[in-house]
């Protein structure tokens, strides 16, 4: 299973990928919005854990583009924000799960095992509309 990790804090973002790489995912891992998008869009993942405060773009916003642009894999998001109104909101641009900092990393796991086996062996890439909109490229 390849996982996308976007976390701006290093020895967050350090940790948490060895402790993944050491359970057997494969993980790419991401310091702000922008080169989250950026392999997001790129790299065939079967999911993604994202902060939302992350510098360049936020991780509300990256999940949006992600909904928008057509990508299904899970995106679970990882966040100090504890309230219930980022938890609505987050759901609501189309995050499929949501865990509070400070976290247990055996939970994160059994969040990540929900979605393991439902992880796809093939990635097509969703259709996206050219800059004029006129024509549909993949």
């Known amino acids: 299973m ?5 976390e ?17 995912f ?3 891992a991401a310091c702000d919005g922008e080169e989250g998008l950026y392999l997001g869009r790129e790299v065939p993942f079967d999911l993604a854990i994202i902060d939302l405060g992350l510098p360049k773009m936020s991780g509300m ?3 949006r583009i992600l909904r928008e642009e057509g990508f299904s894999y899970p995106l679970l998001i990882l966040t100090a924000r504890s309230s219930w109104q980022d938890k609505v909101e987050a759901l609501k ?6 865990l509070v900092k400070p976290f247990h990393v055996e939970e994160l796991l059994a969040r990540i095992g929900r ?5 796809r062996s093939i990635w097509t890439p969703p259709r ?7 024509s549909r490229w993949i």
């Open 115 to 119: 979605y393991s086996s439902v992880a």
């Open 128 to 134: 996206r509309r050219s800059a004029c909109r006129a």
């Open 93 to 98: 641009y189309g995050a499929d799960d949501y």
């Open 2 to 6: 390849r996982i996308l990790l976007v």
């Open 26 to 28: 494969a993980v790419d």
């Open 61 to 63: 916003e990256l999940v």
């Open 8 to 24: 701006d804090e290093a020895p967050l973002r350090e940790t948490l990928a060895a402790r993944l790489k050491r359970d057997g």
